[in-house]
């Protein structure tokens, strides 16, 4: 961290992104209604794509613009189409990725996740080649230029039609919005790519927004049962003409762009750690995703919540940045299924049912970014709790961050994250509820560490992820419950690898004081019981009579 809140929680040798000062920065909750209701851009946006009509226009040069959230060339349903168009005007096709480097200062994207993009569009781009179809890199220097960059290619090129896949989150539907009242008379073709069912399709009976993730669950897999073309993949896209390789020369082998220095990994020796954990491109997640349906799916259900098993399919990276299609994820679960897509408990195996309800959430959460778009714009969904009144404890803040708070559990998932870019979900969950329901510190600032550490970050499983609540974890019950014989805490804890027994969990109330200052391993910062009832008192005390 480059401001003096984060530098001795994390000392780096490249100065992160300031955001520590700029992260609690969002609109009123009365702005907050209005982007919900009448001024939502998703709804704003359905409506320009439904005036689209691809054949009003003769079709030229086509092309397909890449977002950071579908870097792939297996199922794609944008790129298909856009191929497809391609062979009907007997043209070439084109393909464009938009770089944009204050977009990653702006959203905090941790170095793991910016190499992580960069090497997959750097397999992407060779790929595409060997099919004669260019990826141009092109590179917006302030965020306001993004479309006219795109815009710039598409008047160069004479494209007649440009097709790309939609994004939820509110900068993203306007960037689009934007890029519709930049045309010239070219065809702007938008697809939903990143679900199986559409966001904000499922119903309830009155007709309004599912918005309870686990009727939607229901809903969700009635539907899918019912209908399972909605698993069907697409093609690659077809190769252009040879003489597209000549013709096209100059947007062929482009080299990819410089990340910001704060986007940096510290050391080679850092990068090589985490590219060996999360190899990049489309094969190496297919490769992950049928060893896990091949090794680890059948106790999935009943380890998923123990991090020492590492039962997980650790798909999130590839999920998060489009390298997989979830319907072919879905597909692969489907074989797994004989055959079948109804992924309820009753007609799936327990592990198949519920890493699948999983990726459900992954969809749910999507769904609600744009029922409720203000998600995405630093507001919690309950808007009462942007009323509650957060301590200002900055060496709690220290001690999370580092993962020294005294706390087992949750010291043993921070550093997880630290060293791996990465952290179980048993564990997400458990370091945030420490921070915003036993520190009291603004969920926000832990949202926003997440997003410049994680690999698999994404805005819509990030936001709702750290959705402030009542329900106050206790870590050392759910360490007892998840991590029952304390093996995930000693592997990433090592001052307490040789504590035996139940003290594993809560050394310093369970081992007598020498034994305890022995170890090197710090006092818990706040007491959990008194915490626990002071963030109750908390936020009963400032949402009482919150009117947002």
Known sequence: M??????????????????????LKHPSTKRAKEIDGPENPHNELLERIAKVNPEDSKPGKILHWFRSKDLRAEDNRALHAASLKAKEGKDS?????????EDLEWH???????????????????????????????????RGDKGSKVLELVKEQEVSHIYANIEYEVDELRRDLDFFDRLEGQ?????????????????????GPLQVFTPYHKAWLAELSSDPELLDTLPLPQANDKSASSDLKKLFDQPLPKV????KFDSEEDRKRIRKLWPAGYEAGMKRLREFFDKKVKTYAQNRSNP???NSSRLSAYFAAGVISVREA???????????ADFSQSGAEAGVASWVREVVFREFYRHMMVVKPHNSMNLPQNLKFDFVQWEDDEAGWEKWCAGTTGVPFVDAGMRQLRAEAYMHNRLRMNVSSYLSRSLLIDYRRGERWFVENLIDWD????????????????????????????????????ELKNVEGKAIFDPYHRLDRDEFEKLGYPEPHVDFKESKERCIQRYKQDMADADP
Request: glycine share 6%.
């Open 2 to 23: 480059s401001d003096k809140k984060g530098d001795g929680a994390n000392a780096k040798k490249h100065a992160r992104s300031i955001s520590q000062d700029d992260v």
């Open 308 to 310: 020492a098993a590492d």
């Open 459 to 494: 805005l819509c499983n990030n936001t709702q992820g750290w959705e402030p609540s009542y329900t106050v974890f206790n870590p050392v019950v759910q360490a007892e419950k998840c991590d029952p014989h304390g093996d995930y805490i000693r592997k990433w804890v090592p």
């Open 330 to 340: 879905l597909s692969v679960a489907r074989e797994s299924n004989d055959g079948s």
């Open 108 to 142: 905090g994207t941790s170095p793991a996740r910016s190499d992580f993009m960069l090497e997959t569009i750097k397999l992407l781009q060779r790929q595409l080649t060997d099919l004669h179809i260019p990826l141009v890199i092109l590179e917006a220097e302030k």
């Open 187 to 207: 065809q702007f073709v938008l697809h939903h790519d990143q679900t199986v069912i559409e966001p904000g399709k499922l119903r309830t009976g009155s007709g």
């Open 260 to 263: 910001p220095e704060s986007k």
């Open 93 to 101: 096709l084109i393909t464009c990725f938009l770089f944009s480097p």
